[in-house]
Nanobody, 122 residues
Framework: QVQLVESGGGLVQTGGSLRLQCAAS????????LGWFRQAPGKEREFVAF????????YYADSVKGRFTISRDNAKNTVYLQMNSLKPTDTAVYYC???????????????WGQGTQVTVSS
């Protein structure tokens, strides 16, 4: 089993930055694909980015490409999401997830954190 805990969310103004962090316990994340997803009120969960275990394969949603950066530290069992140039449309609960397949489909991820709220004010 893998337990994931996100942190780093908060309230920020348009154009600001936040760095989300997701720490794992219970099992090493070193062989897992790690992803970030988000869900705004009344909307479906949306893919943001994923990173392979070696960090050689990274993929972003078009909506965040060039603004967000995903990274991981396998030694610390942690994945990060650096978010720059934030927009009000980025407001959502952000979730990290771990799975065995590189995918933007949330159904392909077996483990999920509880989420952290990101609010971007205009």
């Amino acid at each position: 089993q893998v337990q994931l805990v996100e942190s780093g969310g908060g309230l920020v103004q348009t154009g600001g930055s936040l760095r989300l962090q997701c720490a794992a316990s219970g099992r090493s994340l070193s062989t897992y694909i790690l992803g970030w997803f988000r869900q705004a009120p009344g909307k479906e969960r949306e893919f943001v980015a994923f990173i392979s275990w070696s960090a050689r394969n990274i993929y972003y949603a078009d909506s965040v490409k060039g603004r967000f950066t995903i990274s991981r530290d396998n030694a610390k069992n942690t994945v990060y999401l650096q978010m720059n140039s934030l927009k009000p449309t980025d407001t959502a609960v952000y979730y990290c997830a771990a799975g065995s397949v590189s995918s933007s489909d949330p159904k392909r991820y077996a483990y999920w954190g509880q989420g952290t709220q990101v609010t971007v004010s205009s």
